[in-house]
């Protein structure tokens, strides 16, 4: 007698969220060290990732601190899948900063999978979203660090984490 299992992996909403609530943990690690984002906001942040991810529409999303038009501290997650993807556990974030002074910022970079979509599509996309944001351009990353990658991942998909700092 001869038993075979097959198992077919889909990402669901439920693999997404698990992602996103790595990032979360992170941003709730700024906020203990620096005060900031909000932690009224984290939710809202990992929701929004968690459903780009499912969808499939996420380039980058970045969180950190700017002055002006340039990051000082900087968390950019770049939506991967397949391969050899780890699960690696949230932290590891530079404590010693002085972002003093400098404003919390948020950037988000949809894919071309997104924009291939009709705009009533991306519209009803983003209705669907926890909150709304607004354009703006991206902040600038020249003169600085670079480090401390980690990767956060489930069925195949996950978040790559990189990590800038200016100072």
Avoid at 33 to 44: H, N, T, V
Avoid at 71 to 96: C, H, K, M, N, V
Avoid at 101 to 126: H, P, V
Avoid at 149 to 166: P, T
Wanted: proline letters at 4%.
């Amino acid at each position: 007698m001869t038993t075979s299992i097959t198992r077919s992996s889909s990402f669901t909403i439920t693999d997404a969220r698990y992602v996103a609530s790595k990032l979360g943990a992170n941003l709730r690690n700024l906020n203990a060290r620096y005060g900031k984002p909000e932690l009224s906001m984290i939710d809202k942040y990992i929701e929004e990732t968690a459903q780009y991810l499912k969808a499939g529409y996420l380039d980058t999303v970045d969180f950190g601190f700017k002055d002006d038009d340039r990051w000082i501290l900087r968390l950019r997650y770049t939506a991967a899948a397949g391969g050899q993807l780890r699960d690696e556990p949230p932290g590891g974030l530079p404590s010693a900063v002085d972002v003093a002074g400098y404003s919390f910022c948020s950037y988000l970079k949809r894919n071309d999978k997104f924009a291939a979509l009709t705009s009533a599509e991306q519209d009803e996309f983003k209705k669907k979203l926890p909150f709304q944001r607004s354009g703006a351009p991206e902040p600038s990353a020249t003169a600085g660090s670079y480090g401390n990658s980690s990767q956060y991942s489930r069925n195949g998909v996950g978040l790559s984490r990189d990590i800038y700092c200016a100072i």
